[in-house]
């Protein structure tokens, strides 16, 4: 649709194949209805669309039990969900959670917000200087009062990948919770929750060739049970007495209103598209990108990239050109049809770590070829050329 | 060259850039004067505008903070513009400044605006609009 676009910026959100546009027109050509609903049978229909995309979903991030994946908006709201529920029954005065310096704000600002409203403490885990965790650091920071362990997969500033099953297990034998923001793995990496030992996992489904408004988060069934309902109303009920309420089972207790059926649909065609290439084969090819682009780029004069090398690093290239602000650097390759961010990235804890206001980030996806590292490295020398050597 | 890469040149000129590397009136202002505070969260631009009036004039000006080439180029060459002018005149001219930046053709010809006409490029990039405006926020609130 857009020739000679060179689009970087997949962290923030990615393009969408067809499969998904057709997935979610089809539903609504032929399948629109209130699920939950309507003894009719278009409603069976829209209801029966709904979960089997909560099935396949499921599937892919390898959850033998469905009704513990909840429909949420996304990560923000999946993070949400758990500090709100879970942390504000069973976090007290006192109490301990512990956060890395790299958290994207949903994931910093929720646990940050509860231990202000429970007042219990929030400790930050230091970073490492090539933006990794040292996981001794991190169990340093773990006492009998740490109630929940909260950490990005892969962090979307500078594309860490973090160690998630040692955190997991760090966090067990504290008799702490984990939970696990995967905005920014689920995409790239093969995920099976089981296998990675979190309690709570949360996702994007935008960020994920899927449609913006549609993700999840994915639980332990027995915390779940013993949760309180983030939200009240419609489809989240059991029988509404005058005086009290009783909640409905798994997943339909955290799914008040009605739900994003379509968008859920939509999700589904983009896990089946990425299956059938292979995570592995995702990972591969991001790989191979990040090694090409991290090469060339560090070839450059003045410019300083941020964060691990490409083993431990997935999807994302963090750097700063000399005194080239990101803002400006991002206007001149616009100029060039390459799409980057400059900024902090929903991330100022960690760019006060940095010492830096902002970087220009350059982030790959499955869309994404050398073609696109040409055009990158080509609208660099241009700022280059524009701003002339750095004044010191 | 494509008509984007015209419009980048435009606005990255040598002037704008000698004004980011060589910022005039940065710093603190000496003696009794306000602070007004302006930040863009999006991309992390800060501006603090410190001003002094005697009377109804501008005595002192300058402006601290850290951002992009526009934002701290358009503080540098506001705070000269409008240093010595009473503060109707400085608004008359916000006002003029502020029409140029949104793309008014007259506004980026019109002589009293002076080297300020240097950021009428901006106008093309919808995204860096408040870069060029955040000082002139500052100023303004500050006048009030």
Known sequence: MNPGLHYLDSAATSQKPRAVLDAIVNFYETSNANPHRGAYDLSVKATDAYHGARDRIARFFGVSDPATLIFTRGTTEAINLVASSWGGANVAEGDEIVVTGMEHHANFVPWQQLAIANRARLRICELEPDGTVKIERLAELVTKRTRIIAFSHVSNALGTINPVREIAAIARGAGAISVCDGAQSAPHLAVDFDDLGVDFYAFSGHKMLGPMGIGGLIGRRALLEGMPPYQTGGDMIEFVNDEDTTWNVLPHKFEAGTPNAANAVGLAAAVDYLAAIGMDEVRRHERALIESAMTRLSAIDDLHIYGPGAAQRSGVVSFTLGDVHPHDLATILDGAGVCIRAGHHCAQPLMRRLNVPATARASFYVYNDESDIDALVAGIMTAKALFGPAHV | ?144
């Open chain 2, 1 to 144: 060259m494509s008509e984007n890469a015209a419009n980048i040149q435009a606005m990255y000129q040598e002037l704008i850039l000698d004004h980011y590397r060589r910022p005039r009136n940065k710093g603190e202002l000496e003696g009794e004067h306000t602070t007004v505070a302006m930040k863009n969260p999006l991309c992390g631009d800060e501006v603090y505008l410190h001003l002094s009036l005697e009377g109804d004039r501008v005595n002192g000006i300058s402006f601290t903070g850290r951002g992009c080439s526009i934002s701290q180029a358009a503080a540098s060459m506001i705070t000269q513009a409008v240093k010595g002018k009473t503060s109707d005149e400085a608004e008359a001219l916000g006002a003029r400044y502020r029409e140029m930046i949104m793309g008014d053709a007259d506004a980026a010809q019109d002589k009293s605006l002076g080297q300020l006409r240097a950021l009428s490029g901006v106008s093309k990039f919808p995204a860096r609009v408040k870069c060029a405006l955040l000082a002139w926020n500052a100023l303004e609130e500050g006048l009030k």
